[in-house]
């Protein structure tokens, strides 16, 4: 159900997040989890270990392969991408944190197919906040949120682990 404008609790998102997933891959044999960097990745590791899949838990970053790139520039803290299991024939849930555009997402189909060829991609998402830009929709999601002006979401993780999901406003241009 969409929200508008209010505090997230991020680990009551992860939990609902979580028991999407699960009975989403129940009975798949072959499921992986794939985490898009940074945000996603720390989703992602979550996931992993609460489905019992570490074994099958990759990182991609996207930075070489938005379509804006020339126009943003390599952001500084890029991370290597790391799949250590066989992507061929695999369901892969994509993971990241926040859902805007899609162009994130397309990047991430795009690093994944470098890799070899899945028999499905799944797309979990913390949070949905629309304004989709490509035919993009999340399989899984903790939250859908329609967001004001110039806001966007920002999820972080503490010492603990412990995630939040903060609404902050725009200065500039940015896509998640």
Same mark, same amino acid.
């Given at each position: 159900?969409p929200? *508008? ?6 680990e009551?998102?992860y939990?609902a997040?979580?028991?999407q997933v ?7 044999? $072959?499921?992986?989890?794939?985490g ?9 590791e979550r ?9 099958? !838990?990759g ?5 070489f /392969?938005r379509?804006? /790139?020339?126009?943003?520039g !390599?952001?500084?803290d ?7 299991f066989?992507?061929?024939?695999? *369901?892969?849930v994509?993971?990241?944190?926040? !859902?805007y *555009?899609?162009? *994130?997402?397309r990047? =991430?189909i795009?690093?994944?197919?470098? /890799?070899?060829r899945p =028999? ?13 830009e ?5 399989d ?7 967001l004001?002006g110039?806001?966007s979401?920002? !999820?972080?993780? $503490? =010492?603990?682990?412990?995630l939040?999901l903060?609404i902050?406003? $725009?200065?500039?241009?940015?896509e998640?």
């Amino acid at each position: 159900m969409p929200t *508008t404008n209010q505090d997230f609790d991020a680990e009551a998102l992860y939990r609902a997040l979580l028991e999407q997933v699960r009975a989403g891959l129940a009975n798949v044999p $072959d499921a992986a989890i794939v985490g898009i960097h940074s945000g996603g990745a720390w989703l992602a590791e979550r996931l992993a270990a609460d489905l019992d899949l570490k074994g099958r !838990l990759g990182f991609i970053d996207v930075s070489f /392969y938005r379509d804006d /790139y020339a126009r943003k520039g !390599l952001h500084p803290d890029v991370k290597p991408t790391h799949i250590g299991f066989n992507v061929d024939g695999a *369901t892969i849930v994509l993971v990241d944190d926040v !859902l805007y *555009t899609g162009r *994130t997402t397309r990047a =991430a189909i795009n690093v994944l197919f470098d /890799y070899g060829r899945p =028999a499905c991609i799944k797309l979990a998402a913390l949070a949905d906040r629309g304004g989709r830009e490509l035919p993009v929709a999340p399989d899984f999601v903790g939250v859908t949120t329609t967001l004001a002006g110039r806001q966007s979401l920002s !999820l972080a993780r $503490d =010492a603990s682990g412990q995630l939040s999901l903060t609404i902050e406003e $725009d200065n500039a241009d940015s896509e998640q």
